[in-house]
């Protein structure tokens, strides 16, 4: 009986902490459709934010990279898929969702 309460506590903390990271997401990640192709903590289409941030940490030059492939997509670096530009996303909007992702 004590592992089954245990089980369930653990699991509960687990779900509101899968809750917590989806309301921290920026809202700009919404508005553009960002999570329809990315997750904070899985791979969907493209790769998950958590990987963008391994991949890219201690590089000076990551937020720049990233802002150029918001605004123009790419192609090649996470597999086969192409992601779309996101042109209408303002100067702003690009600078909160990258430091977003370089903080995970």
Do not use: Q
Not at 17 to 39: E, F, I, N, Q, R
Not at 80 to 88: I, L
């Amino acid at each position: 009986m004590k592992s089954i309460i245990v089980s369930m506590v653990a699991a509960a903390g687990l779900m509101a902490a899968g809750s917590a990271l989806a309301v921290d997401m920026p809202a700009t990640a919404k508005k553009h459709g960002c999570v329809a192709c990315h997750a904070i903590d899985k791979k969907v289409v493209g790769p998950s934010w958590n990987d963008v941030a391994k991949k890219y940490k201690g590089d000076a030059t990551a937020a720049a990279k990233m802002d150029a492939k918001i605004v123009k997509g790419g192609s090649g670096v996470w597999g086969p898929m192409p992601m779309p530009p996101t042109p209408k996303a303002t100067d702003a909007e690009r600078k909160e969702l990258v430091d977003f992702i370089l903080a995970l």
